[in-house]
């Protein structure tokens, strides 16, 4: 049998299928589609008793030829519930979004697109999923608007928000919604290993963006700098039709919310879920934190709950 090298699987794959990260089953509908994502990185060709195939030694498993051609011409044409990322140059992006920045106060509305990304939900709807949730807020907001004229602050919240939403969309997230200067997104549980990493590293790139650029901004034009607080979190919420609008509901999207608290400024935090399934990249550098069991309970978290922050984060994505 003849190896299927990752080329020939790019000619037989739909052409914003990933080949990256962990193999994960797809699912039939009743209408015959099928949904999900085949993959095959860290694979190499191997013959095992006598049977030719791809092994994975970090993962110790063997998937024969005929098994990893079948499942890459099953998902041919198949719908894609998680997008591929679409910043290829983080930095050209920065540069781009930052060149837009004096839209905002030139009342360009075309720069605005804050709207929620409830279409996506509505496969879901009456039904328990799990999703990688992202929240973020901006520091010391309420100082900040009693500094600023009234008009001006809703222009801060509008720049601070929009321009994160821009980069969340671009990592192949969504936006569930925003409250005040708060905003929150979700990535969907197909390919859940990059999904995990995705949301983490588009919460570095807001990182970035806030403090190289979007501060530079700021004092370029005499007005005061930003902060934020990060958190992430996975986990299970029920979709629900509340007043034909799809809302999620469940324990780990407030925890997400919360996990906040425990964050200094400009820090990313993390929830246990999360932890467990990231990339070993990213386990490097994240550093658990010694919670007071109280102070769990007292933010109605789990008691069990672990939190962790990211640091030694470089960043620089020159």
């Given at each position: 049998?003849?190896?299927?090298?990752?080329?020939?699987?790019?000619?037989?794959?739909?052409?914003?299928?990933?080949?990256?990260?962990?193999?994960?089953?797809?699912?039939?509908?009743?209408?015959?589609?099928?949904?999900?994502?085949?993959?095959?990185?860290?694979?190499?060709?191997?013959?095992?008793?006598?049977?030719?195939?791809?092994?994975?030694?970090?993962?110790?498993?063997?998937?024969?030829?005929?098994?990893?051609?079948?499942?890459?011409?099953?998902?041919?044409?198949?719908?894609?519930?998680?997008?591929?990322?679409?910043?290829?140059?983080?930095?050209?992006?920065?540069?781009?979004?930052?060149?837009?920045?004096?839209?905002?106060?030139?009342?360009?509305?075309?720069?605005?697109?804050?709207?929620?990304?409830?279409?996506?939900?509505?496969?879901?709807?009456?039904?328990?999923?799990?999703?990688?949730?992202?929240?973020?807020?901006?520091?010391?907001?309420?100082?900040?608007?009693?500094?600023?004229?009234?008009?001006?602050?809703?222009?801060?919240?509008?720049?601070?928000?929009?321009?994160?939403?821009?980069?969340?969309?671009?990592?192949?997230?969504?936006?569930?919604?925003?409250?005040?200067?708060?905003?929150?997104?979700?990535?969907?549980?197909?390919?859940?290993?990059?999904?995990?990493?995705?949301?983490?590293?588009c919460s570095d790139y807001i990182r970035v963006f806030i403090l190289d650029y979007l501060n530079k901004f700021l004092e370029?034009?005499?007005?005061?700098?930003?902060?934020?607080?990060?958190?992430?979190?996975?986990?299970?919420?029920?979709?629900?039709?509340?007043?034909?609008?799809?809302?999620?509901?469940?324990?780990?999207?407030?925890?997400?919310?919360?996990?906040?608290?425990?964050?200094?400024?400009?820090?990313?935090?993390?929830?246990?879920?999360?932890v467990n399934i990231a990339n070993k990249k990213w386990k490097s550098r994240m550093k658990k934190l010694k919670v007071n069991?109280?102070?769990?309970?007292?933010?109605?978290?789990?008691?069990?709950?672990?939190?962790?922050?990211?640091?030694?984060?470089?960043?620089?994505?020159?």
């Amino acid at each position: 049998m003849v190896y299927i090298d990752k080329e020939k699987l790019k000619e037989i794959y739909p052409p914003n299928f990933r080949l990256d990260g962990d193999i994960q089953k797809g699912y039939i509908n009743e209408d015959g589609t099928i949904e999900g994502v085949f993959t095959l990185d860290g694979f190499e060709p191997c013959t095992l008793d006598g049977v030719e195939g791809l092994w994975n030694e970090e993962k110790r498993l063997f998937i024969p030829n005929e098994v990893a051609e079948q499942g890459a011409k099953s998902l041919v044409g198949a719908p894609i519930l998680a997008p591929t990322p679409k910043i290829e140059n983080i930095r050209e992006f920065f540069e781009k979004r930052y060149s837009m920045l004096d839209c905002y106060f030139e009342n360009d509305e075309s720069v605005y697109n804050l709207s929620t990304d409830e279409d996506v939900l509505k496969k879901y709807e009456d039904s328990k999923t799990s999703f990688v949730f992202l929240s973020i807020d901006m520091v010391k907001s309420t100082e900040l608007s009693l500094k600023l004229p009234l008009e001006l602050n809703s222009i801060f919240d509008n720049l601070f928000l929009n321009e994160i939403a821009s980069i969340i969309r671009g990592m192949g997230g969504y936006v569930y919604k925003s409250v005040g200067d708060e905003l929150i997104a979700f990535f969907e549980p197909v390919n859940l290993l990059n999904k995990v990493d995705d949301s983490i590293l588009c919460s570095d790139y807001i990182r970035v963006f806030i403090l190289d650029y979007l501060n530079k901004f700021l004092e370029k034009n005499n007005l005061p700098q930003v902060g934020f607080r990060t958190s992430i979190n996975y986990g299970e919420v029920y979709v629900k039709n509340v007043g034909d609008k799809l809302e999620l509901n469940g324990y780990n999207l407030s925890a997400t919310i919360k996990l906040q608290n425990f964050a200094k400024d400009n820090e990313i935090i993390l929830g246990s879920n999360v932890v467990n399934i990231a990339n070993k990249k990213w386990k490097s550098r994240m550093k658990k934190l010694k919670v007071n069991p109280r102070k769990l309970k007292k933010e109605g978290l789990h008691e069990g709950m672990k939190v962790y922050r990211l640091h030694n984060l470089e960043g620089r994505y020159d």
